[in-house]
């Protein structure tokens, strides 16, 4: 089993940044995709960012130029790092990782979350 710990979130004002974290923890043999999503009250859940596990990275349109994900594969952790945030981006952010066993199967683990707000 593996576990994601996000942290990062909280109450920011429109134009101002925060950064989120996310540490995927227990029986790991390889880590692949890592990635947030969000999700705003009323809506579907949504792709913010992935980042492949060589650093290869896609964004929603909605926050490219603005978000910027990365990784630390040595400590299975990934990062967003949120800029010029706007009241349109508060949700809760779901961290993902892609676990690869030692038999080439994959399964994705989910992180429960953590509550971004962007208002003055």
């Known amino acids: 089993q593996v576990q994601l710990v996000e942290s990062g979130g909280g109450l920011v004002q429109p134009g101002g940044s925060l950064r989120l974290s996310c540490a995927a923890s227990?029986?790991?043999?390889?880590?692949?995709?890592m990635g947030w999503y969000r999700q705003a009250p009323g809506k579907e859940r949504e792709l913010v960012a992935t980042?492949?596990?060589?650093?290869?990275?896609n964004y929603a349109d909605s926050v490219k130029g603005r978000f910027t994900i990365s990784r630390d594969n040595a400590k299975n952790t990934v990062y967003l790092q949120m800029n010029s945030l706007k009241p349109e981006d508060t949700a809760v952010y779901y961290c993902?990782?892609?676990?690869?066993?030692?038999?080439?199967?994959?399964?994705?683990?989910w992180g429960k979350g953590t509550l971004v707000t962007v208002s003055s």
């Open positions: 993902y990782a892609e676990h690869i066993s030692r038999n080439s199967y994959s399964n994705p683990y």
């Open positions: 980042i492949t596990s060589i650093g290869s990275t």
């Open positions: 227990g029986t790991i043999f390889s880590i692949g995709t």
